[in-house]
């Protein structure tokens, strides 16, 4: 069974284990119906928990109300406590799941109309108990659990307990209520047992003096009645009864009308609706998947995610961008992927998974965190890393890389950036007999020419490239590596890192990636998670009109691995990292992003660890497009001008200023780049070099890419 038993006090942001003393669901089929303990008057909802003074601005409008009032009354579900879902109708089909039973989630729904339509035509009412529900309830035939409706029936209890919790931002005004020493009593209109309800409540840090339900009364707030049997029960004028509810028809409209001061509070749901900031293209069409009506065509993951974006603006209010990110984008990101790469170890039999720095960082944290069995550790690969060794085996396919064209630079700056050490001097002094050594390369001609002085250098740089393969063998060795049965793990696209590696080692492995692109390196043992060889167009579009905000999430502040050297021991088997020489005011401005940005990964990982197992990867990807096609074509006005302004992730060397933004074409064009945008001089640069090293097939496809990106075609 999924254990969600853990939840957050909103006022010292401490982590506890619920309540572990609770009445057996087999008690409250029985009828056991009982009051929860009653909290004494300006006492603490938790015994030892110290109270602040200074409450949430929601909670602290609400103070002198408060005060006035005899009774203080809240509803239960969607305002004292939460689900990890949107709908409560997720519940059922998250009992499908478990069970195995095939339509147990439409077949709940109808029978809870069944019970109702049954009780009105006999009593008048349609307060109905969930003992009636699952008379009604016809139970599919199908499943991999004999289950009958009394085990259904306890299911749904023990499912009910275990994901419900406590309302961060209702959960501060209850706080204050108690600290001004008024009675709390709760008032739902629902049908599953009081008594569990009261333990639920009292397990969350919100044990009421009086709980009233509405299958119990056979009333109800939505027609108003039930707030009579409260006034009466609690011997207080209707006006002396302040009651807090997020439905405006029963917990205010009905609580007016009966006397009753109702004061409308927004479900965590429709505060979140409200707020702009929030990517509301991506937010409406998570609601809409997550909604909709068979249980077949709901998207778990959808609901979830809406879930836990309402619990994050509840807890934080003024957040950041960086936080806001790694809670609506990065989270789910970085989780879905971590999902896919447990299903697809399993089934490709898979021992080890090696994920490659520096993406690999918060990925092998999710991982851990996610409890997930396989083994998974952090393994030194990039771009960089490979490029050197890659000239061993194919030096006229890798030359080109030596040089970079993404931006001008001269023959001396493309050296330095390469790190070599001892090396560079020795090098740049044949070079620059060849070549002159600060003259930029700023067009075809001059590359060619400095092309040919690296291939006039043939014999150094060789050399050069078989000391860096020959350590980097090694370390691969001392990290036990074995090509047979382990996967390297990466973002993706290209796939250059592994191709390399492959070509050091000889032989192919297994590659894990969130994306390839059609032009990607490939093989049958490299596996995509969202677009594979550029085969969903909609996926391709996304990455090359905002790639850096797929890689964002994965960003990491680890310095990065230039290459390996021997270190001299006698028998040749130890070796160390030189680390590339970073550019300190980047990482400045870069690293508390980072910070805050893998803080809500983590916690969003956290929140969906308990269902996380019963998720498709249907429903992951589906999700995660809604989100990032938004992101990258209809962002916020918040979003754009605080994430398109973040500097670029500069891997190595210099390379030119660049923002998130200079990458970053959206869609519509509503805005304009935050640095300069590449000219046309600089692309066919760029396509010069790709035709030296991936030839014309290669350079066609990216030629098309760009052509789409710079005229707006179709994708």
Not at 111 to 136: C, F, M, N, P
Not at 316 to 342: D, E, I, K, R
Not at 458 to 478: C, F, P, V
Request: net charge neutral; hydrophobic share 40%.
């Amino acid at each position: 069974m999924l254990s969600y038993m853990q939840s957050v006090d909103v006022m010292d942001g401490t982590e506890r284990p619920l309540g572990s003393e609770r009445t057996s669901s087999s008690a409250y089929l029985e009828g056991q119906v009982g009051q929860s303990k009653a909290v004494p008057r300006g006492a603490s909802a938790r015994a030892g928990v110290a109270k602040v003074s200074v409450y949430p601005a929601q909670a602290e409008a609400l103070r002198m109300m408060i005060e006035q009032a005899q009774i203080v009354s809240f509803d239960v579900f969607d305002t004292l406590l939460i689900r990890p879902f949107a709908n409560p109708t997720d519940v059922f089909l998250l009992m499908e799941r478990q069970t195995g039973l095939a339509g147990f989630h439409d077949a709940r729904i109808k029978a809870e109309q069944a019970a109702r339509d049954k009780l009105h035509a006999k009593t008048g009412s349609v307060e109905v108990t969930l003992a009636q529900i699952y008379e009604a309830l016809k139970v599919p035939d199908s499943g991999t659990k004999a289950l009958d409706r009394g085990a259904l029936m306890r299911l749904e209890i023990e499912t009910e307990t275990a994901l419900l919790t406590r309302s961060p931002a209702v959960g501060a005004v209850y706080d204050l209520a108690r600290e001004l020493g008024k009675p709390v009593i709760a008032v739902s209109d629902m049908y599953l047992p009081e008594r569990m309800i009261a333990e639920i409540l009292a397990a969350n840090g919100l044990a009421v003096d009086r709980l009233f339900v509405s299958c119990a009364h056979r009333a109800s707030k939505h027609e108003g009645s039930l707030y009579g049997i409260v006034c009466a029960a609690m011997k207080v004028e209707p006006s002396g009864v302040l009651h807090f509810g997020d439905n405006f028809k029963s917990d205010c409209s009905a609580a007016l009308e009966a006397g009753v001061a109702g004061y409308y509070l927004p479900s965590l749901y429709d505060q979140l609706y409200r707020d702009n900031r929030f990517n509301q293209a991506a937010v409406s069409q998570l609601c809409l998947r997550g909604q909709a009506g068979r249980g077949d065509e709901k998207n778990l993951f959808a609901s979830a995610v809406v879930a836990y974006l309402a619990r994050f603006k509840a807890t934080h209010p003024a957040a950041s961008m960086a936080a806001q990110f790694g809670a609506m984008y990065g989270g789910p990101l970085v989780t879905g992927f971590t999902a896919w790469m447990n299903v697809t170890m399993q089934t490709d039999k898979v021992r080890h998974l090696r994920l490659a720095t520096r993406d690999g960082y918060i990925t092998k944290e999710i991982w851990d965190r996610l409890g997930f069995s396989g083994q998974a550790s952090i393994m030194q690969s990039s771009r960089r890393l490979t490029m050197l060794p890659a000239l061993c085996k194919a030096f006229e396919t890798e030359i080109g890389a030596l040089l970079n064209t993404s931006t001008t630079c001269t023959m001396r700056e493309c050296i330095a950036r390469l790190g070599l050490g001892d090396g560079a001097a020795e090098l740049l002094e044949v070079l620059g007999r060849l070549t002159p050594l600060d003259r930029p390369i700023d067009n075809p001609i001059k590359a060619q020419s400095a092309l040919k002085a690296l291939r006039d250098s043939s014999s150094l740089l060789i050399r050069i490239a078989e000391a860096e393969m020959e350590a980097y063998k090694t370390y691969l060795d001392g990290e036990g590596f074995d090509p047979q049965h382990d996967a390297m793990v990466d973002c993706g696209w290209a796939l250059s890192s592994q191709r390399r590696t492959e070509q050091m080692l000889g032989e192919a492995f297994r590659g894990y990636y969130i994306g390839t692109l059609e032009h990607a390196y490939m093989h049958d043992k490299i596996r995509s998670f969202l677009f594979h060889k550029g085969d969903d167009k909609g996926w391709v579009e996304i990455a090359e009109r905002g790639v850096e905000l797929l890689e964002l999430p994965f960003a990491s502040t680890h310095r990065q691995v230039c290459r390996f050297e021997k270190t001299g021991a006698p028998d040749g088997s130890d070796v160390r990292p030189v680390l590339i020489e970073q550019e300190a005011q980047y990482d400045i401005v870069r690293i508390s992003f980072i910070h805050k940005m893998h803080d809500e990964i983590r916690s969003f990982s956290d929140f969906i660890k308990p269902v996380i197992g019963v998720i498709t990867m249907e429903e992951l990807r589906e999700g995660l497009f809604i989100l990032f096609e938004a992101l990258v074509n209809r962002p916020t006005s918040y979003e754009y001008h605080e994430l398109a302004t973040l500097p670029h992730n500069r891997e190595f060397g210099a390379s030119g200023f660049a923002t998130v933004g200079t990458f970053w074409v959206v869609g519509g064009s509503q805005y304009v780049s935050q640095s300069q945008k590449t000219r046309w001089r600089d692309y066919v640069r760029l396509g010069w070099s790709s035709l030296r090293q991936a030839g014309p097939g290669a350079t066609w496809v990216k030629a098309k890419r760009v052509l789409r990106r710079k005229l707006g075609g179709p994708g």
